[in-house]
Nanobody
Framework: QVQLVESGGGLVQPGGSLRLSCAAS????????MGWYRQAPGKQRELVAA???????NYGDSMKGRFTISRDVAKNTLYLQMNSLKPEDTAVYFCNAHRGRPSYDYWGQGTQVTVSS
C-alpha cells in the first residue's frame, strides 16, 4: 500500500505561482513513476506532469514551460512548481504513484487550485 497526501493548493491571481507537494509513504519500492493530474469541473482528468524512477519527465502540452515537476527521494516527496498560472489551470490537482507489477495506480485526495482575480 502507498499513501499520498497533497498540500499547497489555494487561491492565486492570474500570473502567480504555487508549489504543490505530495508526501508519499508506504511501500514505495513498488513505485516506478509518480505524477500530477488535474480535473476541472465537467472535464476528464488529465496529465499535468510525470516523473519516472530514472528522473525522466513528461508534461501535458499546456503546462510545458510553466510547470516543473521534481522530487526529493530522501523525503519521499513529489513537487509541482506552477508559474504563470492562468484561470484555465483551475482544477483539483491529484498526486499519482504508479506501481509497475502488477500494474496499479495510487491516488491522493486532491488539492484545489483556483486561479482568479
Amino acid at each position: 500500500q502507498v499513501q499520498l497526501v497533497e498540500s499547497g493548493g489555494g487561491l492565486v491571481q492570474p500570473g502567480g505561482s504555487l508549489r504543490l507537494s505530495c508526501a508519499a509513504s508506504g511501500s514505495m519500492f513498488q513505485i516506478n513513476a509518480m505524477g500530477w493530474y488535474r480535473q476541472a469541473p465537467g472535464k476528464q482528468r488529465e496529465l499535468v506532469a510525470a516523473i519516472t524512477g530514472g528522473g525522466d519527465t513528461n508534461y501535458g502540452d499546456s503546462m510545458k514551460g510553466r510547470f516543473t515537476i521534481s522530487r526529493d527521494v530522501a523525503k519521499n516527496t513529489l513537487y509541482l512548481q506552477m508559474n504563470s498560472l492562468k484561470p484555465e489551470d483551475t482544477a483539483v490537482y491529484f498526486c499519482n504513484a504508479h506501481r509497475g507489477r502488477p500494474s496499479y495506480d495510487y491516488w491522493g485526495q486532491g488539492t484545489q487550485v483556483t486561479v482568479s482575480s
